[in-house]
């Protein structure tokens, strides 16, 4: 079965850039999105066709997807950005979601 | 804005059937959108479970298709979830999402609802 990872946590400091990563077999080959879950809330899309943000996305968001990798950043990190993002792509039939980066702004 | 709202018991007995319903707010069901649900056991990831469409077309996750049904209530304006012959291992907390307007690559999950816990104990 197609497996995406993601390294399980991430940390940065109030105001520099977060880079989250997602690996997967072909990746490059397949749309990707990211959704922002922070604690006790529902998951929220953030990036869809794997570079695209949906209305009320901060511009600070922002994700390139190339080989075998897709790359979520979040540009001039805030508290607020602190979550645990999942990044998703659809194979054999499967909507399949990444493990999840957890977020730590310090 | 849409907004869709899952309901249903939060306890389920082992080898029963986990019976969820999302109502949708804000949009219809008969839209030209896919229909999803999504679990997240305690602590761990997110895991896809099938999509119904407004013509009542299913696709689900093989790891769930002998033991799930997804359907659809136009009149009602929400869609459904049965899974059958549940154990522990299908506790976790269940969100309806709305997909986009194609099943496969290019579909993506927005908006979610809040999402229902149900525990699988006797």
């Known amino acids: 079965s197609y497996e995406l990872t993601q390294p399980p946590s991430v940390s940065v400091s109030p105001g520099e850039t977060a880079t989250i990563s997602c690996s997967g077999d072909?990746?490059?080959?397949?749309?990707v999105s990211w959704y922002q879950q922070r604690p006790g809330q529902s998951p929220v899309l953030v990036i869809f066709?794997?570079?695209k943000r949906p209305s009320g996305i901060p511009e600070r968001f922002s994700a390139s997807n190339s080989g075998n990798t897709a790359t979520l950043t979040i540009s001039e990190t805030q508290a607020v950005d602190e979550a645990v993002y999942y990044c998703q792509a659809w194979d054999s039939n499967i909507y399949v979601f990444g493990s999840g980066t957890k977020v730590t702004v310090l | 804005q849409m907004q869709l709202q899952e309901s249903g018991p939060g306890l389920v007995v082992p080898s029963g059937t986990l019976s969820l319903k999302c109502a949708v707010s804000?949009?219809?069901?008969?839209?030209?959108?896919?229909w999803n649900w999504v679990r997240q056991s305690p602590g761990k990831g997110l895991e896809w479970i099938g999509e119904?469409?407004?013509?009542?077309?299913?696709n689900y996750n093989p790891s769930f298709e002998s033991r799930v049904t997804i359907s659809i209530d136009k009149l009602k304006n929400r869609f459904s979830l049965k899974l059958r012959s549940v154990t522990a291992a299908d506790t976790a907390v269940y969100y309806c999402?709305?997909?986009?307007?194609?099943?496969?690559?290019?579909?993506?999950?927005?908006?979610w609802g809040q999402g229902v816990l149900v525990t699988v104990s006797s």
């Open positions: 072909n990746l490059g080959n397949k749309f």
């Open positions: 119904i469409y407004e013509s009542g077309t299913t």
């Open positions: 066709q794997s570079t």
């Open positions: 999402a709305r997909g986009g307007l194609w099943s496969g690559s290019n579909n993506w999950f927005d908006p």
């Open positions: 804000g949009g219809s069901v008969n839209s030209v959108n896919w």
